[in-house]
């Protein structure tokens, strides 16, 4: 029997030092030697938040775990035995297999899905797959059942989801625009989105043909499907989120400004120390408000907090500038949050003086 896999320092020269991270048990991982068979290696959960994202980087480099047995075993505890097909990698380019487990994986669902406890969340990615007669049924990954339950068998359906999910998650974590001002095919730059949908295809054949073969209610470039892949990528983020801060006491960082549209819009920052004793300071997202009234703000606030079972009672601190409908004595958002929690303490936000003192400084300054 022989085994096709990839060395897992393909993409680390020899001669540049391992890279090394502390973790919270002194131990450290070297991120050149992770393990790549996915029935053996650790999730990204349950490495340090501080290491996620740079595992996270490594694993998409080493790229699907695919290798190619001349005989996969017989999975005899059926009534009516099967085996692996090498096949599959084509139908379900995010399949991923393991040899010492038998079973297979979901790369997506690897990368970025963490257990909640709820049934099918650890199927494709800590327990594995190994229910051959049922291998296209893939409702059951937990990634991508959230994007819709329409034609999920189809080849070029998955090639073209997972296509535009790796182009959102580059948008996304470099912080560009997706849409561009004419997206019409004759336009010369139709703005990054499409135009890295395009490099894609350069690339890979599979998915050219799949965008080829793909009929206009399948193609998944529009606005909404982009939008809705956002959605989830930011639902999971939250919920990740939610589970560090867990009971903790945690404190709130508001402000609020107009947008390109005109239209008001609130940023909530959620900062708290963790089970391991780091400080942790995430942004938690942006709410549109109808106005900048100190009530419409709380409402708001309590309705995201609410959302993911954060209590407002656990709310320890408040910081926000120095407007009045924000740190108002009397019905500043400050004074109305500290009535319903009276450890909500207000600090005006460090920020925000840093930028009156500069101003008031640059105001005395003559000039030539």
């Not at 599959?88 to 487990?101: A, G, I």
């Not at 007669?133 to 339950?149: D, P, Q, S, T, Y």
């Not at 008001?264 to 997202?285: A, K, P, T, W, Y």
Request: charged share 25%; net charge positive; glycine share 4%.
């Amino acid at each position: 029997m022989t085994l096709s896999t990839r060395s897992n320092n393909d993409d680390f020269p020899s001669e540049i030092p391992p890279k090394r991270f502390k973790n919270t048990e002194t131990e450290e991982v070297d991120l050149d030697s992770l393990e790549c068979d996915p029935g053996l290696r650790r999730q990204i959960w349950e490495y340090h938040p501080n290491q996620r994202d740079e595992i996270r980087r490594v694993y998409l480099n080493l790229k699907v775990y695919q290798p190619i047995l001349q005989e996969y075993p017989l999975n005899k505890n059926i009534k009516h035995p099967r085996r692996f097909q090498s096949t599959w990698y084509e139908q379900f380019p995010w399949l991923e297999y393991s040899p010492t487990k038998d079973k297979a994986y979901c790369f997506p669902c690897f990368i970025f899905n963490k257990p909640s406890g709820c049934l099918n969340q650890t199927t494709f990615t800590a327990d594995g797959f190994d229910k051959w007669k049922k291998v296209r049924n893939a409702k059951a990954c937990a990634f991508l059942g959230h994007m819709g339950k329409d034609n999920v068998s189809s080849p070029i359906v998955m090639l073209k989801r997972h296509a535009d999910i790796h182009v959102v998650l580059l948008l996304a974590l470099q912080g560009i625009p997706f849409r561009g001002h004419d997206e019409k095919s004759s336009s010369s730059n139709r703005g990054n989105f499409l135009e890295f949908l395009d490099v894609l295809t350069m690339y890979n054949d599979e998915l050219s043909k799949a965008i080829a073969k793909a009929p206009k209610n399948a193609k998944y470039t529009s606005h909404g499907i982009q939008k809705q892949i956002l959605h989830v990528l930011s639902v999971r983020v939250k919920n990740i989120i939610r589970e560090e801060i867990g009971v903790a006491k945690y404190c709130i960082i508001v402000d609020e400004a107009r947008d390109a549209s005109k239209r008001e819009q609130m940023s909530i920052v959620l900062r708290f120390v963790d089970s391991n004793g780091f400080i942790q300071e995430h942004f938690f997202g942006l709410v549109y408000v109808s106005d900048t009234a100190a009530l419409t703000l709380k409402d708001a606030i309590y309705s995201a907090l609410a959302h993911y079972n954060l209590d407002v009672q656990n709310i320890r601190g408040q910081g926000y500038d120095g407007a009045s409908n924000m740190r108002g004595e009397f019905n500043g958002l400050q004074a109305l949050i500290i009535k319903d929690c009276k450890s909500a303490y207000y600090v005006h936000c460090f920020a925000h003086r840093l930028q009156l003192t500069l101003v008031a400084a640059a105001k005395k300054c003559d000039t030539y």
